[in-house]
DNA sequence: TAAATACTTGACAAAAATAGTGGGGATTAA
DNA sequence: TTAATCCCCACTATTTTTGTCAAGTATTTA
């Protein structure tokens, strides 16, 4: 149970992207995190196929948002760079609950993954950008 | 982001234990959940180990509850079953808030994580349980 | 005592996920 | 045209997960 770099990485990109006013160059990002070129390039590539950042290519080309920060919910950041999160729809469909132990189970799962769509599902990246100017 | 089958065979394991009435041996509970023996012992060492099951050696021995169900959480079963879940402590540490971006991160994934304990620490195995009785 | 169980330790292995690397192509601004 | 950038695809290496197997020891009930 834990968050892959992919996540921390993308959702730190995503950051940065945010806070900078102009197209920002996954070099520049790259190497601020201290990651490899093509490595970022595949997360930021999730991105932009999730809508969530669009890019300009050429010279002074780059990545920005492709939505307002108070349109993107870090769940959807963070979907689109997990591959398969949250698997609810999963654990729904295999609820034959013929085991009670297993019923059982799945329900505590459901719940927790629910816990955490609560959150991601309603946390804006504009929210987390204005809790930084906040408490900077 | 995932739990692993530890999770769900752990808790599954709990959850066979609590529905029966009497000390279950892990033979039974690895035959139902196929798996093997000795993985299972691995699991039922932690639970055992973290206060959650108690048990009886010898002939007719087996596993059972330590504590109520109600005393139970899943917060307790989780975190007993995989190794570092929940790297708040981690996250809180290294917020030196140096750069935005990095903060910003931060702060997202401490939500996700609190969001998770609100609900693994304030649900009951007897909650489930209790559940598990009406819907069926 | 014999059988069933928990308990311990350690080695091993297969599979999956994670974390990248490398090479080349397409596009754009200057 | 050239340099900077995005873009795409295949491949590899490492680590973690997910177990299995073995060879015992300790305890309890009948």
Redesign the pocket.
Known sequence: M?F???SR?GLRAVAQIAIAQE??????IAQEQD?????L??L??KL??AGI?E?????????KLARDAHQITIGEILRAL???MFPIECLAAKQQCGKEADCLTNRAFRKIYEGIKEVIDNTTLQDLLQESKEKI
């Open positions: 834990n892959s770099t992919k990485y197209p920002l160059s996954l070099q520049i990651i490899s070129l093509s490595y390039e595949q930021a590539a932009k196929k950042l890019s300009k290519r050429g010279k002074y080309g780059g990545y997990e591959d398969d």
